[in-house]
């Protein structure tokens, strides 16, 4: 992938994913998104098998609802799938 891409690897941690969590808290980061390593990639937001795993000490929660104009409860098209990313990374690509 180029340097300049929208989406970026990371490659799996094993046995630390304590460790990088306590390091996302340290940093005050908003959090983390993680799925266990056997878990298939599906495109089913239903069936998602990814979670998303929230610092309760994040400093910069309150008042973050207020950028976003949606419902953050009504599905995104694209939004559980790379489609997006994945067409931008073509255009970068072409």
């Known amino acids: 992938m180029p340097v300049a891409s929208p989406l970026k690897y990371a490659d799996h941690v094993d046995r630390l994913g ?13 959090g983390r998104f993680a799925k266990h390593a056997i878990s298939p990639y599906v495109a089913d937001g239903e069936e998602t098998t990814w979670y998303k795993i929230l610092n309760p000490e994040y400093s910069q929660r309150l008042g973050r ?15 559980h799938r790379c489609s997006l ?6 255009e970068v690509n072409a």
């Open 18 to 30: 304590t460790k990088l969590f306590q390091r996302v808290c340290e940093l005050d980061l908003e």
């Open 65 to 79: 609802e207020e950028l976003f104009e949606r419902d953050r409860h009504k599905a995104v098209p694209g939004w």
């Open 85 to 90: 990313a994945c067409a931008d990374l073509e």
